[in-house]
């Protein structure tokens, strides 16, 4: 079945270091890929996608680049803050209805 | 976030009653999930809703778990002789179709604790 594999937490950084959070993915067809982050007390936030090879998802200083050949989805960011502070959960899907396959999570936390 | 509401946003229960969980989605996302988050088991799929029906129940756990949509919106998962093993957040989300063009949106969840 599918699967997502994200390195394990907790990363501790200090502000404005470089965050890369690894995510590898098996998947039978084609999957769209995503970053999800979960703040503390708040819910799942989408932060980025890509839903094809070579895609690049972006937003609020994060990227992450679809990656067929390797079957990566590895999330930076150039300059965390610790408003960056968060659970970051990479995820799947691969059918129409868009159920997600979810990794376990890595917590970032980001000192000043 | 983004307007997708559940209710309640914790519950204490003994082990052995029945509880409710709600879901109120954005009006117009026909699209809905139940996940449940629990330690050492990360986020699991549930159960997926279009409209009222349910096409993929496949993360239901078991039967003592069920979950129905009425109208198109409102959804409830309803636990019957709950187990200690129960105790997770349980969160909700939709979407308008298609997806995944179209983002999923999540809502703070409802923390279940069974003592």
């Known amino acids: 079945g599918d699967s997502v594999t994200q390195m394990e937490g907790p990363v501790t950084l200090s502000e404005e270091a470089f965050l890369t959070i690894n995510c590898t993915y098996t998947a039978t067809g084609y999957p769209s890929l995503f970053w999800y982050v979960q703040y503390p007390g708040e819910g799942l936030q989408l932060l980025l996608k890509a839903t094809k090879a070579d895609d690049k998802g972006s937003n609020k200083g994060f990227e992450a680049t679809y990656r067929k050949e390797t079957t990566s989805f590895h999330l930076e960011k150039g300059s965390v803050q610790v408003s960056d502070s968060a659970v970051y959960f990479c995820a799947l899907t691969t059918d129409s209805w868009g159920k997600l396959q979810f990794g376990a999570g890595t917590q970032v936390v980001v000192t000043p | 976030g983004a307007g997708v509401s559940q209710s309640p946003s914790n519950k204490v229960t003994e082990k052995g009653k029945d509880v409710e969980l709600r879901c109120d989605p954005i009006s117009g996302h026909t699209a809905l999930y139940w996940y449940r988050q629990s330690l050492g088991q990360g986020l699991e799929f549930l159960i997926y809703?279009?409209?009222?029906?349910?096409?993929?129940k496949s993360g239901l756990p078991s039967d003592r778990f069920s979950a129905e949509r009425t109208g198109g919106s409102v959804s409830t998962l309803t636990i019957q002789r709950t187990q200690q093993e129960d105790s997770a957040v349980y969160l909700c989300?939709?979407?308008?179709?298609?997806?995944?063009?179209?983002?999923?949106?999540f809502g703070e969840g409802s923390w279940l604790t069974v003592v």
């Open positions: 809703f279009q409209g009222n029906s349910a096409p993929d």
């Open positions: 989300a939709a979407g308008r179709r298609p997806i995944p063009g179209n983002t999923i949106y």
